[in-house]
């Protein structure tokens, strides 16, 4: 069974505070998992990181610790930091997602990968597999459904 | 001249000015293959000035046989028979055409054997090459087979560098066929529609009447200069009519200036009025393959556009959805300036969203040959000024540099579309050059044309210049839209009767050019 996080209150240098509407999970009591979960976002949209980080950002043990720009950022912030997770796009300029995932997996065994695509082509998601990724989502994919991807590798 | 005694002319002399000065050619030749006489007529029918300079160049007679076992065939039937009537055979002209010639003559004897022998010679190329033609064109339904066995007809007669069969439709044209002849010529691209305003087949098309253009160099018309560096030097575009109406043309190029005098101009006529008809039946069979393969293409087209679609809108709505979640679950709680950030996400993705769809849009009619120009003289001076201060004001982290050097010359062409190529390459330019670096855009005036430069500062792979111009997948691009932008400009600088080139990677860095016709043209 997934853990679910309640969106609490964060700091002012993060993004926003307490949820109050509906579809918020509650938290179940004594859920002492505040391991942090470092992670970097790997995007060639600036838009697109910078909603992510929002999102991933509005969870208390979530903290993103890079941006990369495409795949060759990618590795060099991953081999820097060892996060826990990265959030990879598959199409970026000079090394995409897919190039970069055994160099990362090289650089920093422990990292998970999680692939976000823009793309349909069903071909990418067994090929992101195939060469080591650990979870795949699509662009599209709403906030809840995110964290839930991510928590599902960063617990 | 010598004279009977009252002055008059002798009867010799008579016969004399009677064969020298005849509209039929006349001859004598040896059985050896010397020639014994011809007269000014027979010389003019090879393309000598004079029976003088024919004697000059041939000493024997079979040289001018296209096919020297004939003569012996001729030699044959004057021996058997005394005499030959209508004996025909290709003979060569002196520039390298070649025409059909009727024999009629008889045998001349000395000491009881066949020495010589004399009479008329004609040219019936017309005729021959009615029927060649009339029957090599029919041959084949498929234009490119049809106009390839025509074409071999022609050359003979008419030694050409380019041959191309165009059909007209409505206001635009669009070249069929297009052949090289011998040697030089390249081939002129096919399929694109062009519009017939200002251009020397919308002078044909209007009057119905073949029409000459004897230098290229001289760019009176918007290809002419297309044409010269192709190796076509001088051309004639031929019609052809149904009834009153100019449904397609045969446009004829030779590799020397003023290469159509009158001769080669009716010969030329009589072969296109006798393909008319087929050239009909061709073109419909045409039409008809190709509305088979416009739905294959648009078939495949829609396909590549919806990806394509797809592909650009994934991010931008991936944002718009995300920026709207996150605004609609987390309101209140937000602080007015991130609400203000993520709003802003929004607004970008949406006007990047309306600018890949309206270049999408806009390659798709390129492609299609639909885009619509609206060709008139103007002002291209104004046009530069416009786009430039537009991405000068737009673009602050690159200086832009405007470089006329002095009043330029009215231009010929559709401005709008003008001032899109300058944006596509200004936006190359951009992207490929440092920021803080200085962009320059100059327009030289040349003698037929005016050359845009657009020069930025930095790097290119320039190993496959020429891939640069085409069109790449857009799937397999890094991002949407890119790759794209120097093949519509290609497209849309070609169909206003320019041409655009990749010209040159120095230490001051990239430049890419291309020419704009001149306007202010006399109306066709």
């Not at chain 1, 998992?33 to 909603?51: G, P």
Request: hydrophobic share 40%; aromatic share 6%.
């Amino acid at each position: 069974m997934l853990k679910r996080k309640r969106w609490g209150k964060l700091d002012p240098a993060s993004s926003f505070g307490v949820d109050r509407r509906g579809g918020a999970t509650k938290l179940s009591k004594g859920d002492d998992e505040d391991s942090s979960c470092r992670i970097i976002i790997a995007d060639d949209a600036d838009d697109v990181r910078y909603l992510l980080r929002l999102v991933v950002e509005s969870h208390e043990a979530y903290k993103v610790v890079g941006e990369a720009r495409n795949g060759r950022e990618a590795v060099d912030l991953v081999a820097t930091h060892h996060p826990e997770l990265i959030l990879l796009d598959v199409s970026m300029p000079v090394m995409d997602g897919l190039e970069a995932i055994p160099v990362i997996r090289e650089a920093s065994p422990e990292t998970k990968i999680l692939m976000i695509s823009g793309l349909d082509a069903s071909y990418v998601a067994t090929a992101a597999r195939e060469l080591g990724a650990n979870g795949y989502v699509e662009k599209g994919i709403g906030r809840n459904e995110l964290i839930e991807a991510i928590s599902a590798l960063c617990p | 001249m010598r004279r009977e005694k009252n002055g008059a002319p002798t009867a010799t002399d008579r016969y004399q000015r009677l064969i020298e000065e005849s509209g039929i050619g006349l001859f004598q030749t040896k059985v050896d293959g010397s020639i014994g006489w011809l007269n000014a007529a027979a010389a003019r029918v090879l393309g000598y000035e004079s029976p003088q300079q024919f004697l000059e160049s041939i000493h024997d007679i079979r040289q001018i046989y296209v096919d020297p076992s004939r003569r012996d065939d001729l030699l044959e039937l004057l021996e058997r028979d005394g005499a030959v009537t209508n004996f025909e055979y290709e003979a060569k002209r002196r520039d390298g055409g070649s025409r059909w010639i009727s024999i009629t003559a008889r045998a001349l004897y000395e000491e009881g054997r066949l020495e010589a022998f004399e009479g008329t010679f004609l040219d019936v190329t017309d005729k021959k090459l009615l029927e060649s033609a009339a029957q090599s064109i029919s041959s084949h339904l498929e234009p490119a087979a049809a106009v390839a066995h025509f074409a071999e007809v022609l050359q003979r007669a008419v030694p050409f560098a380019q041959l191309s069969l165009v059909v007209i439709e409505g206001d635009r044209y669009r070249r069929v066929v297009s052949l090289s002849g011998q040697g030089s010529a390249d081939a002129l691209p096919t399929g694109q529609w062009v519009a017939l305003k200002g251009n020397s087949v919308e002078m044909v098309v209007r009057s119905g009447q073949p029409a000459v253009v004897d230098d290229t160099s001289e760019a009176r018309w918007p290809f002419d200069l297309v044409l010269y560096e192709a190796g076509v030097r001088s051309y004639a575009i031929f019609p052809l009519l149904d009834r009153d109406r100019v449904f397609a043309t045969f446009n004829l190029g030779r590799a020397e200036k003023g290469g159509f005098d009158r001769e080669v101009l009716s010969l030329v006529e009589i072969l296109v009025s006798a393909a008319t008809q087929a050239v009909k039946n061709i073109l419909l069979f045409e039409q008809q393959r190709q509305a088979v393969d416009h739905l294959e293409d648009l078939n495949r087209m829609k396909h590549e556009f919806l990806a394509g679609i797809a592909h650009d809108l994934r991010n931008p709505v991936a944002v718009i959805g995300g920026a709207a979640q996150i605004l609609e679950e987390a309101w209140e709680a937000m602080p007015d300036e991130r609400k203000i950030e993520v709003v802003q996400t929004i607004r970008r993705s949406v006007s990047g969203l309306q600018t890949s769809l309206q270049r999408d849009l806009d390659l798709t009619l390129l492609e299609q040959g639909e885009l619509h120009y609206d060709i008139h003289s103007f002002d291209l001076q104004a046009v530069l000024r416009e786009i430039v201060d537009s991405w000068a004001s737009s673009v602050t982290t690159r200086t832009f540099e405007l470089n006329v050097a002095s009043r330029l010359p009215v231009a010929f062409g559709d401005p709008h579309r003008q001032g899109q190529i300058l944006h596509n390459l200004l936006s190359n330019a951009v992207k490929f050059s440092a920021n803080d670096s200085t962009i320059k855009i100059q327009a030289v005036p040349e003698p037929n044309e005016i050359i845009v430069s657009v020069l930025n500062e930095g790097d290119i792979d320039s190993r496959n210049h020429e891939r640069l111009f085409q069109r790449m997948s857009r799937l397999s691009a890094d991002k949407p839209g890119t790759g794209l932008g120097l093949y519509i400009c290609r497209l849309m600088v070609e169909a206003q009767g320019g041409r655009i080139w990749f010209d040159g990677r120095t230490a001051e860095g990239v430049r890419f050019s291309y020419s704009v016709p001149l306007g202010d043209r006399g109306t066709a």
